[in-house]
């Protein structure tokens, strides 16, 4: 019943720039907390950014703040995650996640690769 899915991962240059989408259903989405995640190759999934319900909060890993900015339309029922100033390091599955009816729900994610 619910279901994230994840479009807007592709192949990018090295300071390129990228916007991913998230659209969530079976989820009444504007008191839901929403947040990115991402896993490279061999190492362990990780949060990266995460915004409130309303969209008013955010927070971002050390690692991508001031490049990456999280948003949501809760009238479109998504997430978006702008991605600029891509590096290599920023290769990975990224993933929407969130919490509702007492478990964690996930995407199926979208890969990006950054070329040097």
């Known amino acids: 019943q619910v279901q994230l899915v994840e479009s807007g991962g592709g192949l990018v240059q090295a300071g390129g720039s990228l916007r991913l989408s998230c659209v969530a259903s079976?989820?009444?989405?504007?008191?839901?907390?929403m947040g990115w995640y991402r896993q490279a190759p061999g190492k362990q999934r990780e949060l990266v950014a995460r915004?409130?319900?309303?969209?008013?909060?955010?927070s971002y890993a050390d690692s991508v703040k001031g490049r990456f900015t999280i948003s949501r339309d809760n009238a479109k029922n998504t997430v978006f995650l702008q991605m600029n100033s891509l590096k290599p390091e920023d290769t990975a599955v990224y993933y929407c996640?969130?919490?509702?009816?007492?478990?964690?729900?996930w995407g199926k994610g979208t890969l990006v690769t950054v070329s040097s």
């Open positions: 996640n969130t919490g509702a009816y007492g478990a964690e729900y």
């Open positions: 915004i409130s319900s309303g969209g008013g909060i955010t």
């Open positions: 079976g989820i009444i989405f504007s008191i839901n907390v």
